[in-house]
């Protein structure tokens, strides 16, 4: 199975902050991944698919970037409604594979 | 509008079985393969399955392989979960998933809880 780690776990951010979340692949996965967020006792969201396409209706404060085998996620400015959980997930297998999540909390 | 709606959850002893239900709507079902993801109590995200549009591709992750079984319904615009020799591991809440060639997950329902537990 293709692993992903994403770094870091946890972060803690401010509102207008500029955040990165990292998310490497233990073998190279071309452009075969998703960006997800979450929010308690919700359903992951659709950020990005295909490591830089935005999903339709998501801001464009929300980007992202990589191939192969590292890729990351930015939120440019971070707004109070962006404090949730983020997952990457890998499609380049027939067995898809989440990263471990990274919470994003409000310091 | 895009709609996935599980059901079928609830209590069930480990050994037991369950079968959950995903109820699309909005879209042309069966134009469409879809997935099965699960989320245990405050842990990530770990998919579950994969079905086809047809039903005539399949997968299942290790650790349900050969006691979930995935199915779909076109007419009904139905897809369904049986779980069989339910294990405490199990307990979570399942998603199910829309899936676009096989990258990209752009619907997910609201999530059902299974619990498995004596």
């Known amino acids: 199975d293709i692993q992903l780690t994403q770094s870091p776990s946890f972060l803690s951010a401010s509102v207008g902050d500029r955040v990165t979340i990292t998310c490497r692949a233990s073998q190279g996965i071309s452009s075969y991944l998703a960006w997800y967020q979450q929010k308690p006792g919700k359903a992951p969201k659709l950020l990005i698919y295909a490591a830089s396409t935005l999903q339709s209706g998501v801001p464009s404060r929300f980007s992202g970037s990589g191939s192969g085998t590292e890729f990351t996620l930015t939120i440019s400015s971070l707004q109070p409604e962006d404090f949730a959980t983020y997952y990457c997930?890998?499609?380049?297998?027939?067995?898809?594979?989440f990263g471990q999540g990274t919470r994003l909390e409000i310091k | 509008e895009v709609q996935l709606v599980e059901s079928g959850g609830g209590l069930v002893q480990p050994g037991g079985s369950l079968r959950l239900s995903c109820a699309a709507s909005?879209?042309?079902?069966?134009?469409?393969?879809m997935n099965w993801v699960r989320q245990a109590p405050g842990k990530g995200l770990e998919w579950v399955s994969y079905i086809s549009s047809s039903s005539s591709t399949i997968y299942y992750a290790d650790s349900v392989k050969g006691r979930f079984t995935i199915s779909r319904d076109n007419a009904k615009n139905s897809l369904y979960l049986q779980m069989n020799s339910l294990r405490d591991e199990d307990t979570a809440v399942y998603y199910c998933?829309?899936?676009?060639?096989?990258?990209?997950?752009?619907?997910w329902g609201q999530g059902t809880l299974v619990t498995v537990s004596s």
């Open positions: 909005g879209f042309t079902f069966s134009s469409y393969s």
């Open positions: 997930q890998q499609l380049n297998s027939y067995l898809p594979t």
């Open positions: 998933a829309r899936d676009i060639d096989r990258s990209v997950w752009d619907y």
